[in-house]
């Protein structure tokens, strides 16, 4: 059984999507900087548990 999860989210500078591993033990409700996978631009990434059973991931650039 894998300890993380996968989620995909989009760049808030290039639009491309990027895969992201949560790990649900550590990732949830804290902030993160990822570099986008496409364009390198600094994102930061929160991640909180979805209703469904997912997540929501609020990706923003770093002059949000």
Do not use: R, W
């Not at 300890?3 to 992201?20: G, I, R, V």
């Not at 990732?27 to 997540?55: H, K, M, R, W």
Request: hydrophobic share 35%; charged share 20%.
């Amino acid at each position: 059984m894998s300890l993380t999860a996968h989620a995909e989210f989009s760049c808030p500078y290039c639009m491309a999507k990027n895969d992201l591993e949560i790990d649900e033990e550590n990732d949830l409700n804290q902030q993160q900087i990822a570099d986008c996978q496409i364009c390198c631009s600094p994102i930061e990434v929160i991640v909180t548990a979805g209703y469904d059973g997912g997540f929501n991931i609020v990706a923003k650039t770093d002059s949000e």
